[in-house]
C-alpha cells in the first residue's frame, strides 16, 4: 500500500530542491516513489504541475514501436508508426498514473500564489533514514496517509528538530 505526502513550501524552487533531494535518496534505496509532483500557484491563480513522468510521451514513444512493427508486415512502416505513436500519446494523455491530477490541482488552490506544494506517492520508504536526510528543509505539511507518529516526526524532520519518536519501518 502507497502512501501519499504532501507539502507546501513558500516557492518552487524550495520544492524542486526537496523533490530532487527525494529522488536521490530513491537512488539509495531508502524510498520507493511511485510519483513526484511540484504543483506551482501562478500569480494569476491557476496551478501548474510540474510531473516527472508524462504519460502521453511514454505512450507515443511506445505506440511508434508497435505501430513500425505492424507496419513492417504490411510494407507500410512510416504509416504504422505514425498512426502507433498518434493513438499511444491519445492513450497516454487519456491515462491518469500515479497522484490524480485533478486532487493535486484541487489541493493546490489554499496556496498563496507563488507558493508550490510538493506531492509525494512512496511505495516503500525507511522512514527513520529518509526523515533524518529531510531534516530541517523546511515546508509544511499539508496532507497526509502516514500514521501519527510518522506524521509528527516528519512534520518535526521539517521543522529541523531531532525526531524523538520511533518512526518503525
Known amino acids: 500500500m502507497s502512501d501519499l505526502i504532501v507539502i507546501a513550501f513558500p516557492s518552487e524552487a524550495k520544492a524542486e530542491e526537496t523533490r530532487l533531494k527525494v529522488m536521490s535518496l530513491q537512488k539509495e534505496y531508502l524510498i520507493e516513489l511511485g510519483d513526484a509532483v511540484v504543483a506551482v500557484k501562478q500569480p494569476d491563480?491557476?496551478?501548474k504541475l510540474h510531473q516527472i513522468f508524462h504519460p502521453s510521451a511514454v505512450g507515443a514513444a511506445s505506440g511508434g514501436f508497435w505501430g513500425l512493427l505492424i507496419g513492417l508486415l504490411f510494407l507500410m512502416p512510416l504509416v504504422g508508426m505514425a498512426i502507433g505513436a498518434g493513438a499511444g500519446a491519445l492513450g497516454g494523455a487519456l491515462a491518469d498514473f500515479g497522484i490524480n491530477d485533478?486532487?493535486?490541482?484541487?489541493l493546490s488552490e489554499a496556496l498563496p500564489p507563488g507558493g508550490a506544494a510538493l506531492f509525494?506517492?512512496?511505495?516503500?520508504?525507511?522512514?527513520?533514514?529518509?526523515?533524518?536526510d529531510l531534516q530541517g528543509v523546511g515546508g509544511t505539511v499539508l496532507r497526509t496517509?502516514?500514521?501519527?507518529?510518522k506524521e509528527t516526526a516528519l512534520r518535526d524532520a521539517l521543522a529541523g528538530h531531532r525526531a524523538t519518536i520511533d518512526v518503525g519501518a
Open 45 to 47: 491563480g491557476h496551478v
Open 102 to 106: 485533478r486532487f493535486m490541482k484541487d
Open 120 to 132: 509525494l506517492l512512496i511505495r516503500k520508504m525507511t522512514a527513520d533514514k529518509v526523515f533524518a
Open 145 to 149: 496517509s502516514l500514521d501519527h507518529t
